[in-house]
């Protein structure tokens, strides 16, 4: 899945803890839109929405002594909030970790993922 970056995140809360996020990229959810095929070919009956594709954000987090990814393995039924340099806000309900790249240069990349996401304004 292709992320999107809408402006650029300047911060990152994980269940209100501000983490040290060096870099930010935000994917909203959304559903697959599947055609209904009709008998005869080609022919289409209508446009059906299929299942959602979760919320996704993945984050470089700057490495620092407190950081622990276990503690991010552990990461479920969270509530993550993202703050653009504009000022809108994001939030992610019921969100949990998917993924890690290993510490590379100081660095750890990281993956979440939700069902619930919404845009406040800003």
Same mark, same amino acid.
């Given at each position: ?20 996020? =060096? ?26 929405? *299929? ?14 002594? *407190? ?5 991010? =393995? ?13 000022? =809108? ?19 750890? =990349? ?13």
């Amino acid at each position: 899945m292709a992320a999107t970056q809408l402006t650029k995140i300047v911060s990152v809360f994980l269940d209100g803890q501000r983490l040290p996020v =060096k870099e930010a990229s935000y994917t909203p959810s959304k559903f697959k839109r599947e055609a209904v095929p009709g008998l005869a070919p080609g022919e289409i009956l209508g446009i059906v929405d *299929g299942e959602p594709e979760p919320a996704q954000l993945e984050v470089t987090l700057a490495h620092s002594d *407190g950081l622990s990814i276990q503690a991010y =393995k552990e990461v479920q039924g969270a509530t993550i909030t993202m703050v653009t340099s504009g000022g =809108k806000t994001y939030t992610m309900g019921d969100a949990y970790y998917v993924d890690h790249a290993e510490l590379s240069g100081g660095e750890w =990349k990281v993956t979440f993922q939700a069902l619930r996401d919404a845009e406040q304004g800003g």
